[in-house]
């Protein structure tokens, strides 16, 4: 055993994303203990209720969700399941920055990523798309002390070598998202962003990537500034859809 391994064995362990378990050396680079990796399997499984295709594939958008055409994720959200793995997941990347398990979710989203990007055209001009994220409030950021969405785009970035760009801003105020309830979701997100960084966007095909899409306010606000910021696609992204 080399000091690496020894290390990794016994010092730097490394934990399930689902349970939060401790993995064995042997899984050690892996997302999951062999378990949650069977729940997430079956989670990203499920069929889509309105269009009936499998999670991954389904591009249905939450009702409120204005101006895409389609949002790829990963799996379902289902709030009354929270002590499932793949709900444990999310939860733990919200709480904890995890380059591993950032790492696992931006792979998992890179195919659906690289579909929607030949499907509007961009595959011949990566050079012209941009990852952007959907930025944490301010109160969230200073209390854990990180935004995972920065996190997740960061990997997504790396694995697929586009480029990432925190183009958009959030002012300060406002209420945190989930614990408003629908119409009141929307009229918090008025003037909450704002774009950074209006050369990043303009002709450009954006990524919008966030973690959880719930009524799709926030993202609704994000995709209208970034259309007037003269963006020419918009594709949007997440890991969980409630
Ligand atoms: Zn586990
Ligand atoms: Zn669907």
Request: with cysteine; net charge positive.
């Amino acid at each position: 055993m080399d000091r690496k391994e020894f290390l990794e064995r016994f010092i730097f362990v490394r934990k399930c994303g689902g349970c939060g378990e401790i993995l064995p050396y042997e899984r050690s680079r892996q997302a999951f203990c062999s378990d949650c990796e069977r729940a997430w399997l079956v989670a990203k499984a499920e069929n889509c209720s309105e269009c009936l295709r499998v999670v991954t594939e389904c591009t249905c958008t939450p009702k409120g969700l204005r101006g895409v055409f389609s949002l790829r994720k990963l799996i379902f959200y289902h709030p009354k399941k929270v002590k499932e793995p793949q709900n444990q997941m999310i939860y733990r990347i919200k709480h904890r920055p995890n380059k591993r398990i950032s790492e696992f979710v931006a792979s998992e989203l890179s195919a659906a990523v690289e579909e929607e990007i030949c499907a509007c055209g961009f595959s011949e001009r990566r050079q012209d798309v941009v990852i952007v994220n959907l930025p944490r409030g301010r109160r969230a950021k200073t209390l854990y002390g990180f935004d995972q969405s920065a996190l997740i785009c960061r990997a997504l970035s790396e694995k697929t070598g586009i480029a990432y760009v925190e183009a958009i801003g959030r002012r300060r105020g406002g209420r945190e998202q989930k614990t408003l309830t629908g119409a009141r979701r929307f009229v918090n997100v008025k003037g909450l962003f704002y774009v950074r960084d209006e050369r990043a966007i303009a002709g450009k095909c954006i990524l919008l990537v966030d973690d959880i899409v719930t009524t799709g306010a926030s993202m609704s606000g994000c995709v209208k500034l970034l259309a007037q910021a003269g963006a020419k696609e918009i594709l949007a992204f997440c890991i969980a859809q409630d």
